[in-house]
Each structure stands twice: as structure tokens, then as C-alpha cells.
């Protein structure tokens, strides 16, 4: 049977698919805040009655506990499921998650971000959508579609969705490392798709990402709050030695001003050059993803992307335990939090890199003689990930989407990071693709996320194929 009664059966279902995208991004999985933890909890429960429904055999696995907010919370489970055991099949193994980051109508969205939402031009808009609840859900609209008209999946399917991508994948990698004897034995290769295009019109395949080191700045002053009118003047102010160190830590250009961060990057080679020529991206695309904004650094495309995926990038993220709300209100924080990121690349060591912000934040301290107490929070970590575009795994993605979308596709990397990209490479050694659903704008993280419907059907469209092209792609 072709693939294009595959491909019909996916258009005429479409709207059954965005329905079932509408009835997750209603549940309010945020992973970070303890009170949406049964939430998250709930997704990943509808996420395995959805596999069971569709003949997967399914595995909850529960990663522990953790602290948040002040209490014991348990960890989100980390969904593992099998589709298909034919031992002549290749096996793929594909990754999600099914948590979401924090929205509230009041940062800005046009909408409810828990409500799916269509408008006139056919971006399904709600939190999750892109990121990723759009993806894993194709992923199960494929098999779907597959067993409406009767047709054989060419592989089998092994999947692994978790519920903590977007606080740090906590119990993730002890779980893989447990299991990649048990479970994901047998796998011949990976794929995710938590990432997206880098222009509007033509897909990619991403080769490589960006890591992370997640850090706080705790100033600790006074043991409460104060005002302003009785203490302003006579005391350390906590906030204003927040203040002073956030902003000494990159200058408003993007370049980073922690001394040695930059001596660990490697240098660009002719060669690597090479590979951003011709690339699907200009800056009409980032002007789109900024809402029309032209507010870019670097005046060459090539260099945008370059600083996007080769090179670090420091960015300042909030402060805790400052007032925020509207309206004035007088007073001095006595304990603010400063949150901040580097986007680590390939040959950054995260202990490294812990290390010389550890050490530059005090030294900077120590420069306001300030009476206040310094604490620096060294957080999550993720690894940068670069894979082999030759691949077979790569090849078979490239050729799905030729014959979904009628190109061949850009090879890209990409600036965000997804840590569990290099522990599955290390801890399985196979290959791992990722395959995006969604475009450069669709605000992944922020407000007024979407995936327009055509990625989404699309999507699923090629993720069939990409079953199909797998199995008849030659492994030597």
C-alpha cells in the first residue's frame, strides 16, 4: 500500500487530531511549581491510557521524589512503551516530554494559554502546542492513521516521554542508564522532535545543540523586607548588589565578560564555514520570530546563526523575591534571587564553566564592599550534543522529508539545548536524529506559542514517512 492513502487519511483526520491537541494543552502540566504537579501527573497518565488505546504495551516508571516550593513532590512518571517486537525490524526509539513551561494570561497572551486556540491564520496557539505536546501527540496520530487503513508500521517503535524536560530532566538519565540494557535494548536508533525549523518554509534535520549551565545569585541583607522611607540610605540594599552583579556578567552587546569562558571554544574552521552557506535563513525569519522586531546583534545572517550554535551566549533570566506585581509599591527585598544561563558549546566543560562564574561573581562582590551575604547557586546542567549528519538514521530523515514536503531538507543546529540528546547517545552508542514538526516563530517558551496547523499535519505526515524510509534505508 502507498503512502498516499497514509498521507489522505492524516488530511481527513486533521481536525480529530488538533481536537485531541486542544484536550492536552488544556492540562496545565507545568513541571516547575509544585501546585501543577498532579497536573503534569495527569498528562503523563493520559499519554499512557493514549498508548494503551493505540496496542502499545506500557511501562510507568516512577523517577522518586524531589523538593519544591518548601514540600516533597513526586517526580512526574517517565512513560516507556513498545510498539511492535518483529526481531526482523529495525527498532526506533523516540523521545518527548509532556511538561510544559509556566504561562498566565497576564504575561502578555492574546488568550487563555491553556485553551487551543485557531485563528485566521491557522496557528493552533496554546501552551504546549510546539513544545512539545504537538510532537509527541503526532507521533501517536501516526500509528493512528496507520491502523485506520491497515497499514504496516515497517519498525518497531519504542517510546520514552518524561514530564521533566523543562526542570532539568531530574531522574532521567539514572533511569536511562538503568534500563539501556533492559528496555532499550535493541535500539537501532533515536529520534526526537523538540525543536523547529530555522525559517518559515523548509524543514531541517539538527545535527547539534547547544548545553546549559542554569545559575542563582542569592544576596541575603536584612532578615525581612523593609521600607524604603525608614532604611533607604542606612543600610546595604540587597537588590542594588543584585543589580550591580547581574549586569556585570554580559554587556549589552552579547558578549560575555566572565574572564575564560570563551578560551574553552573552539576555533572556526574554513571547513566548518562552509556549512552555513546556502542555509533556508535570513533575518526576515528572526524578524518574524520577534514578533517584527529588529533588534539583531550581528549584521550577517551567517554570523547570527553562528552566535545561535557555535559560540555561548549568557542571558539573564529574573529575580526572585523582588516585588513585580503592577502598580508602586516601596519596598527594600531582603533576599532577591538574580537567575541567569550560558548556553554552553561543544568543548565546554560544565564543571569549568561553574568554576570561573563562581569565581568572577565573588571577585565582583567583593568589589562593593558590601555587608550583605553572597550565595552563588550553581544549578542544572546539560551537555552540548553534535551527532553524525551521514547517518543512515539521518539519511532515513532526510528522505522522509523529500517525499513529504518536496526537498531536501537544511542540516542545522540549534541554540536551545535538550540534555537527554547526548545521555542517549552515550549510554545506547546509536545514532540520534532530531526531526522538527515546528517553525523558527512559533514562540517555544514564551507568550502566544503556537504550531501552525500545517507544520502539525505535516508532521504527521512525515513521521509516517520517516517509519517507511527507515526500514528501507541501508545500514552499511
Known amino acids: 500500500m502507498s503512502l498516499d492513502k497514509f498521507f489522505d487519511t492524516v488530511n481527513q483526520d486533521q481536525d480529530n487530531y488538533v481536537a485531541k ?23 503523563g497518565e493520559w499519554i499512557i491510557a493514549e498508548l494503551e488505546r493505540l496496542g502499545a504495551t506500557t511501562k510507568r516508571v516512577e523517577p522518586g ?34 511538561d510544559v513551561q509556566p ?33 509527541v501527540l503526532g507521533w501517536l496520530c501516526a500509528i493512528e492513521a496507520h491502523q485506520k487503513i491497515g497499514l504496516d508500521i515497517p519498525v518497531n517503535l519504542k517510546f520514552c516521554f518524561e514530564g521533566m524536560e523543562e526542570s532539568g530532566s531530574e531522574g532521567l538519565d539514572a533511569i536511562i542508564a538503568a534500563e539501556a540494557e533492559g528496555y532499550f535494548k535493541g535500539v537501532d536508533c533515536v529520534c526526537i522532535s523538540d525543536n523547529y525549523w530555522l525559517g518559515k518554509t523548509k524543514p531541517c534535520l539538527t545535527y547539534g545543540l547547544r548545553g546549559i549551565n542554569y545559575f542563582g545569585i542569592s544576596v541575603k541583607g536584612p532578615a525581612q523586607d523593609l521600607h524604603s522611607g525608614v532604611f533607604g540610605g542606612t543600610v546595604h540594599e540587597p537588590m542594588t548588589d543584585l543589580i550591580t552583579l547581574m549586569a556585570s556578567l554580559v554587556d549589552s552587546q552579547g558578549r560575555i565578560r566572565v574572564p575564560g569562558i570563551m578560551d574553552q571554544v573552539a576555533d572556526l574552521t574554513d571547513a566548518e564555514k562552509k556549512t552555513y552557506e546556502g542555509l533556508d535563513f535570513s533575518h526576515a525569519d528572526l524578524h518574524a520570530a520577534l514578533g517584527g522586531a529588529k533588534t539583531e546583534l550581528h549584521a550577517d545572517p551567517q554570523d547570527t546563526l553562528m552566535h545561535r550554535w557555535r559560540y555561548p551566549a549568557l542571558s539573564l533570566h529574573g529575580i526572585e523575591g523582588a516585588f513585580y506585581a503592577p502598580g508602586g509599591k516601596t519596598v527594600i527585598p531582603s533576599h532577591p534571587i538574580g537567575k541567569f544561563s550560558i548556553r554552553t558549546v561543544p568543548d565546554m566543560d560544565p564543571h569549568t564553566v561553574d568554576k570561573l562564574v563562581k569565581e568572577y561573581l565573588e571577585a565582583e562582590f567583593k568589589k562593593l564592599n558590601s555587608k550583605n551575604t553572597l550565595t552563588i547557586i550553581c544549578g542544572h546542567h546539560g551537555k552540548p550534543w553534535v551527532s553524525s549528519p551521514d547517518h543512515w538514521n539521518f539519511v532515513a530523515g532526510a528522505k522522509a522529508v523529500e517525499r513529504v514536503f518536496n526537498c531536501q531538507p537544511d542540516l542545522t543546529r540549534e541554540g536551545g539545548s535538550i540534555p537527554v540528546t547526548l545521555t542517549f547517545q552515550d549510554a545506547l552508542k546509536k545514532n540520534v536524529l532530531l526531526l522538527p514538526m515546528g517553525a523558527c516563530d512559533d514562540g517555544a517558551h514564551s507568550i502566544n506559542e503556537k504550531v501552525d496547523r500545517r507544520n502539525f499535519v505535516e508532521g504527521i505526515k512525515l513521521y509516517g514517512a520517516y517509519f517507511h524510509e527507515l526500514a528501507a534505508v541501508k545500514t552499511e
Not at 504561562?103 to 502546542?129: C, M, Q, Y
Open 103 to 135: 504561562a498566565l494570561k497576564e504575561d502578555g497572551w492574546n488568550t487563555d494559554p491553556f485553551t487551543l486556540v485557531e485563528d485566521k491564520e491557522h496557528r493552533l496557539i496554546g501552551r504546549g502546542s510546539t513544545d512539545d505536546k504537538g510532537p
Open 21 to 43: 491537541l486542544k484536550e492536552i494543552v488544556a492540562i496545565p502540566s507545568i513541571s516547575c511549581v509544585a501546585e501543577r504537579r498532579a497536573d503534569t501527573v495527569r498528562m
Open 65 to 98: 521524589t524531589q523538593q519544591l516550593d518548601g514540600q516533597t513532590v513526586d517526580l512526574p512518571p517517565v512513560v516507556l512503551a513498545t510498539y511492535g517486537t518483529d526481531p526482523s525490524k529495525k527498532t526506533v526509539l523516540i523521545y518527548g516530554h509532556y
